[in-house]
């Protein structure tokens, strides 16, 4: 599609729309002339070009990528008339259309019954969740691993909700045995079990946690943000359908479009197995909630204004490419296919080790060499170095990890340091996978090479 036809129209729809309510006169304070705003719009197009490529397949780094052309143009063709999904007088058409996305994203998990809104992004979404895990069981605590989300440790504190951080495996995995053992020895009220962790892209076992967690009576959260779209791949792409398919059996899941959902930042969602939830979100307002509706999304929300441009953006997408795995699941399938093919890539390389195998489409390495000092001086100087050459960029991330998870998933490596940085790349753009030759080559040069420029302090 072609991105400028599509905006003009929308442009042109916002102003057909407009005509139907009269002329007016825009208030003089608001003008801006043309040679004003050119003079502007040149500073900040200048401001904006301080950015990484996060189009580009060069752009190999964090797990950002610009959204779908047909979120674009839905979101500008909503944020013309700017409506508040807060409550159906606030836009009743995006709320609608909130309400059917939604329904869609809780297909995609397969639950047969759900509430649920969008929200700003994850860390809001588990906000909810863990919100709703405190009023259904006051005073219990909060189970997560520790290669979850940092949002849930903070979310605990803003609550008031004890945390416990919970082991995991060689594969950054909840560990079941150190769950067992703080189910056994602490008040635990919900367990939060991830679903793609942001570091490594990790798939806790949820199918395994929910019977554990059932037994002890406690609730299970779904922290799916990063990864809760290969729900769509499941049994598929050499994605196991187990823990993907339990999460119909836990009582909450979040999820964000604006990662693999091709939307633009802030695009998340939280759904709730239990529809009576609702009570806990309860309250009361004298000068909104007139229009008639079945449930003003407002009601079931601890966010008030939200902009309904998010639900239009995600609605239009979602016509185009729909969540089923023959849809959108063909973009998730091409960056899973990147990941492995560069996992398979990197485990025939001199230069380059894997830290782990990937799970979904984060790919975690190294460069070979024998102590964890040299591993973390390499990984600073190939991240600074490719994202500074100015003829053949690369851009990188790091993921610190300590000598304990060293020692489990490279026992040969000397301990030399309490930790140490590997390099970390997020192929969530589905181009990775016919540019991985050229990008692996690139990083392969990266680590053969050694830095004549003084090294940064690690």
Known sequence: MELAHWLSRAVAANEEWSARFGSYSPHPATEIGDPAFAAAFEEFAARLADNYPFFHPRYAGQMVKPPHPAAVVGYLAAMLRNPNNHAREGGPATCDMEVEVVAQLAGMFGLTTHLGHLTGGGTMANLEALYVARQSHPDL???????SHFSHARMCEVLRMPGHPVAVDAAGRMDLAALRAVLRDERIGTVVVTAGTTGTGAVDPIHEVVEIAQRHRARVHVDA??????ALLAGAEGIPAEPWQAIRRCDSVVVDPHK??????????????????????????SYTYFTPADLHLGEISLECSRAGAAA?????TFRALPPTRDGLGQVLAASRRAATGWAERIEGSSRLRLYQRPDLDIVTYLAARPTLSEVDSATERMLREGMTDPDDPVYLSVLRADADAFRRRHPDLVRDRPDARVLRSVLIKPEAETELAGLHERIERLA??????CPTPA
């Open 141 to 147: 605590g909060v189970a997560y691993s520790v290669d």
């Open 260 to 285: 693999h959902g091709l939307q633009p930042y802030g695009c998340g969602a939280v759904l709730f197995t239990d529809p009576t939830v609702a009570r806990h979100f309860r309250h009361d307002s």
């Open 448 to 453: 053969g090479e050694r830095s004549t420029r």
């Open 225 to 230: 943000a990063y990864g809760g779209f290969f």
């Open 312 to 316: 239009a953006a995600l609605w239009l």
